[in-house]
């Protein structure tokens, strides 16, 4: 389908339009910085902001979520909890949109999640483009993620005086049909456009030393590497760097009984593998007591084990983990020291060394 255009001088109305019909979340600012959160007037809408605090996952997966509710008495009665309603999400960038890729991915494949995916199904992504790094803190273009090949409904590119509008689903060419607003994009409009994609990809730099598709192996080859005992002695397990993740999904289960001990609500809470009850089981045991292992596990998930299981990077380089670390531990550090101490003479050679010549 041909690009369509949206002059800056009618978003406001256009998102408006959709307002009327159903709810419309983008960054807005807050305290500084920015948040996604619904929005009543397109004054609000900030599609001028770097890196929100949270990503949109909370509209998919909230941090509080009831999923059962039941009364009790001689029979117990109990009845699931779905709460789903359409909106548009606007403003979601490249980063995000490959992490939504991945927790669809992940709340579809075996065991089908009705709350994530019922959610997932009445919302609409509108993409906007990154035009440059959003601070010091992003590795997307390290990562693979700062283009995008799908996942959205419609995806903008900040050109000047307007937006380019690309389709991304049908639903999405629905959405731009019935609230009026855009015009057929003129060769100026493809000139300008092809002038910011251009000028775009300098702008980001690659931070990783080494290709994405080797860190997998790394990781296994660096499974006993010392970075991790460094790592578990800086850590302060509080769990801040997979909040703010995009790509974390763990949750916990809780039961919350009303005052009146004859009904309640089984909910539904994000959840943190850094936690260090988080991998207590029956019997006190936990099989991940030591923060250098919860931190290894971590990385591990992020390189390794969601690469293997849906084809997908677990980390999208967006960078939160950084900005919310109090001990400033970084993901580009942790893999380029992986990769140095692992490259021959480094560490795992000295490892396999000792050990032939000890056997």
């Not at 990154?130 to 700062?146: V, W, Y």
């Not at 629905?174 to 990809?201: C, P, Y």
């Not at 002695?233 to 801040?240: D, N, P, V």
């Not at 309640?264 to 099989?287: H, K, M, Y």
Request: proline share 6%; charged share 25%.
């Amino acid at each position: 389908m041909p690009l369509k255009v949206i002059d800056k001088k009618d978003i406001g109305s256009f998102v408006t339009s959709i307002m009327e019909e159903m709810e419309v979340v983008g960054p807005v600012a807050q305290d500084g910085k920015f948040v996604f959160s619904p929005i009543d007037d397109y004054s609000q809408l900030r599609l001028d902001c770097p890196i929100t605090l949270l990503p949109p996952k909370q509209y998919f997966l909230p941090q509080e979520e009831p999923i059962l509710k039941y009364k009790l008495g001689e029979a117990v009665r109990s009845e699931p909890v779905i709460e789903a309603k359409p909106r548009v999400i606007m403003g979601v960038h490249p980063c995000d949109i490959n992490a939504t890729w991945l927790l669809d991915l992940a709340f579809s494949t075996d065991n089908l999640d009705t709350n994530y995916m019922e959610k997932r199904k009445k919302a609409l992504i509108v993409g906007l483009d990154c035009n440059e790094p959003c601070d010091e803190h992003s590795f997307c273009k390290s990562m693979g993620t700062l283009t995008v090949e799908g996942g959205y409904d419609l995806f903008l590119t900040d050109i000047g005086d307007a937006y380019m509008v690309d389709y991304g689903s049908p639903a999405g060419m629905e959405l731009l049909a019935r609230h009026k607003g855009a015009r057929e994009a003129t060769e100026t409009d493809m000139s300008r456009f092809r002038a910011v994609q251009d000028a775009k990809w300098p702008k980001f730099t690659y931070k990783l030393e080494m290709n994405i598709s080797d860190l997998p192996n790394l990781l296994a080859i660096g499974y006993d590497n010392p970075i991790w005992e460094e790592l578990g002695k800086k850590c302060l397990a509080c769990g801040a760097c997979t909040l703010v993740c995009p790509t974390c999904y763990c949750f916990d289960v809780i039961d919350r009984l009303a005052l009146n001990l004859k009904e309640g609500q089984r909910l539904r809470i994000w959840d943190s593998c850094q936690l260090p009850e988080f991998a207590t089981v029956a019997g006190g045991e936990n099989f991940r007591k030591a923060r250098s292992s919860r931190q290894r596990h971590r990385f591990f998930r992020k390189g390794k084990y969601l690469t293997e299981m849906f084809g997908k990077m677990g980390c999208v380089g967006c960078g939160r983990c950084v900005r919310s670390c109090l001990v400033h531990i970084d993901p580009i550090e942790v893999y380029n020291t992986l990769r140095r101490t692992c490259a021959p003479g480094g560490w795992a050679q000295r490892e396999v060394a000792a050990y032939q010549q000890g056997s």
